[in-house]
């Protein structure tokens, strides 16, 4: 995740995303088949970040509204 702060590393797509504040963005540091249930409210980016993403992104039970996920070009 690249943070004001700093970048945070994370072992997977899923935990990064658990972790990512609304408005943050997350950068892949490699391939990615994963696929992410997202469990809460916010908006965030995934950026490749020169890497392949082939997974899928979900949005959870009830969690319709209030959730926004922008992917930007690989």
Known sequence: ???ANG?????????AV?????????LL???C???VTLEKVGTFTID?????????VS????L????GVAFLAS
């Open 1 to 3: 995740i690249d943070r």
């Open 7 to 15: 970048r945070v590393a994370f072992d997977s797509l899923t935990e």
């Open 18 to 26: 658990a972790a990512a504040q609304s408005g943050e963005t997350i």
């Open 29 to 31: 540091g490699a391939d």
């Open 33 to 35: 088949a994963e696929n």
């Open 48 to 56: 490749p970040y020169g890497f392949k993403f082939t997974g899928s």
């Open 59 to 62: 949005i959870g039970e009830g």
């Open 64 to 67: 319709e509204e209030g959730i």
